[in-house]
């Protein structure tokens, strides 16, 4: 009994809250000396309490790992698996994808909702990252609230993608960018909109980003894609001449040196899947005639383009691309035809 009663006095001796309020402030240092005086006299849930701490601040991968193991071996089932999540990321930002899995395991229904949507996060990335989109859509389906929601529901999309599911994907990341709240979904919106050859969205969606978020990494992204679609969607402005008839002004422009016999073709998007370019082509094809779709690889990729025309020059595929974009609402790309 009075080794118990010590221990537990010699736990409360250790002011875990004055200990936090040092991490918090990242005197990490401090924190680890106070913890390392006292440690050696607790047991029981307080010298788990103490591990955690300890780990949470150690610089070396090792230690904090063997720490997070001495926990889960403790017993205690609600600061065993608050560990085995701790473990589980170190073994994530190792590249240790099985570990993961394997520390993690069956997730409890009855802890922390904190620490079981965390859980089931990490369990996602490394079941994607092993190749098994099939289960990681079903961790990441389980993420419904906390600090992880949006990012399970940016990873859910990033699924959507990979499997030619471009429409779903954009309804995620519009859920998600419509509170403007995440410049990454912004950005992530922006690229299916240019996937959909939606270019004037992507516009759009790009701009917003830069306005609201002009600090974030995302910006300069945002902000070359801008450049390149400007380059590209820019419609050409009708000028009055003196005779009363229009004269057009070309501004779309490829840094590329045509030859006597290049050829030209109109793009007006790309997609993974091919189902989603002749569904997307058949929607053009009432408008536009000689509709195409093209297979080509690019970056170890399949992509099927969606094309039309073969132009002995820029000038008239530049011209055809602003007569569609009047008559569809779509822009296009004038590509030298390969």
């Keep these: 009994m009075v080794v118990v009663g010590s221990a537990i006095l010699q736990g409360a001796s250790l002011n875990f809250r004055a200990v936090r309020k040092e991490i918090n402030r990242k005197e990490y240092d401090n924190a680890r000396n106070t913890i390392e005086k006292n440690i050696d006299g607790l047991s029981g849930k307080h010298l788990d309490q103490a591990r955690m701490m300890l780990a949470s601040v150690e610089t070396k991968t090792e230690r904090a790992v063997r720490l997070y193991r001495e ?80 990012w399970g529901y940016m990873a859910l999309a990033e699924i959507d993608i990979q499997y030619g599911r471009v429409g779903a994907a954009v309804e995620r990341y519009e859920t ?66 003196k005779g009363g008839e229009r004269e057009e002004t070309a501004v779309s422009r490829i840094d590329d040196a045509p030859t006597s016999d290049q050829l030209y073709t109109l793009q007006f998007g790309a997609f993974s899947v091919r189902e989603n370019a002749d569904i997307f082509a058949d929607k053009l094809r009432k408008t536009i005639e000689g509709l195409r779709v093209e297979v080509s690889e690019s970056r170890g990729r399949i992509w099927y383009r969606v094309r039309t025309g073969r132009y002995p020059n820029r000038e008239k595929a530049e011209a055809d691309a602003l007569r569609f974009m009047e008559q569809t609402g779509y822009s296009s790309k004038v590509l030298p035809l390969e």
């Design 176 to 241: 998600i960018a419509g509170s403007h709240s995440n410049p990454v979904a912004g950005f992530k919106l922006g690229e299916c909109y240019e996937i959909l050859g939606e270019q004037e969205k992507a516009i759009n969606v790009y701009g917003n980003l830069t306005r609201l978020f002009p600090e974030s990494l995302e910006a300069p992204q945002a902000r070359e894609k801008l450049r390149v679609l400007d380059r590209i969607t820019s419609r050409k402005k009708p000028i009055a001449s």
């Design 71 to 150: 926990i889960i071996s403790s017993g205690r089932k609600r600061e065993a698996f608050k560990a085995r999540v701790e473990l589980a990321k170190i073994y994530y930002s190792l590249g240790s994808y099985r570990e993961v899995l394997e520390t993690l395991g069956r997730i409890p229904g009855d802890s922390r909702s904190e620490e079981r949507m965390e859980a089931h996060y990490f369990k996602g990335l490394a079941s994607k990252q092993l190749g098994d989109s099939e289960k990681a859509e079903i961790e990441f389906g389980l993420v419904d609230r906390g600090e992880y929601l949006y």
